[in-house]
């Protein structure tokens, strides 16, 4: 719960300006917790603090390091970086390393979330032999119930694998199907992941055939820790370090901003 330090707080009320759902009022020029108001736990209005008067649950509520300053021609830079983003499916054998994929998914935590409700988590498979069996048990699912048969006749046909390229870690992002807005709040975070980690020199391709068997071959979710009841996957990534596949341009779009202004 958010609490106010009396004692530091001066009464701007820049933290009852920036609450979400008004959880913050004014009394006698100070503020106050209503009752009966959910707070979101956004820590905006701590954010807001001038005089780091607010905590919550007795610990800081924000990061306390001075607000960092973005370099300069940052937005151009941000917009070359989403620009020159690709979907990589050719890998070196080498896993992805452990803390750069650890920073990545605990920096995409600030990505926004409905109602701040934080759903997405996430499982990482960096054991060739796992890969190797999901791999098996999703291409024995696909020839027993001839659901997307281009997955099997790319792979044995072509030695084409359309659902994981030739990735050595795979990132799995689940969570709770009564959460406000799971899918576009994993939808969100792994955004955010992915372009954290191509900044990085982590190649990633969003896997969609692999969430969807993910979810539907009982025999693969066995290879995987347990899902918690009510829980499903929403989004997963193919991701190593980038083989033989260098883009030299930023390839056309040719669906670009479709607009009405109203
Ligand atoms: C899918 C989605 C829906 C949201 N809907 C609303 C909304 O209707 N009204 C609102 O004030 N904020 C909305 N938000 C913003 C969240 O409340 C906000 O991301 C969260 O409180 C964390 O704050 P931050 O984005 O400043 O980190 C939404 C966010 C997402 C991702
Ligand atoms: S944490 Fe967010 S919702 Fe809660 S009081 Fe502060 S600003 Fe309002
Ligand atoms: S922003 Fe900080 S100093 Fe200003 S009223 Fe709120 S708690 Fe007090």
């Given at each position: 719960m958010i609490q106010i330090n009396r004692e530091k707080c001066?009464?701007?009320l820049k933290c009852m300006k920036v609450c979400p759902f008004t959880v913050l009022g004014a009394k006698a020029g100070r503020p106050y917790l209503k009752e009966g108001k959910v707070c979101l736990k956004c820590m905006h209005c701590a954010a807001a603090c001038p005089k780091e008067a607010i905590s919550f649950d007795g610990r800081d509520a924000v990061l306390l390091r001075d607000m960092p300053e973005l370099p300069e021609r940052f937005p151009e830079a941000l917009e070359q970086h989403i620009q020159t983003r690709r979907s990589y499916r050719h890998f070196e054998d080498q896993p992805v390393d452990r803390n750069t994929l650890r920073n990545a998914l605990e920096v995409a935590s600030w990505a926004p979330s409905a109602k701040n409700q934080h759903p997405a988590k996430w499982i990482v498979i960096d054991s060739k032999d796992v890969i190797q069996d999901m791999m098996e048990c999703i291409l024995e699912y696909v020839k027993k119930t001839g659901n997307s048969p281009e997955i099997a006749s790319e792979y044995e046909n072509e030695g084409n694998n359309v659902v994981i390229g030739t990735a050595p870690t795979l990132i799995l992002c689940y969570g709770r199907?009564?959460?406000?807005?799971s899918p576009q709040d994993v939808a969100i975070a792994m955004a955010t992941a992915e372009l954290i980690l191509q900044a990085r020199g982590v190649g990633t391709c969003w896997a969609g055939y692999l969430t969807r068997l993910c979810n539907a071959i009982p025999k693969l979710r066995e290879l995987l820790p347990n899902l918690p009841e009510n829980n499903s996957f929403y989004g997963a990534f193919m991701a190593g370090y980038p083989k033989e596949e260098t883009y030299l341009r930023i390839p056309e779009r040719l669906k670009r901003a479709d607009i009405q202004w109203v």
């Open positions: 001066v009464g701007c199907n009564n959460a406000i807005n």
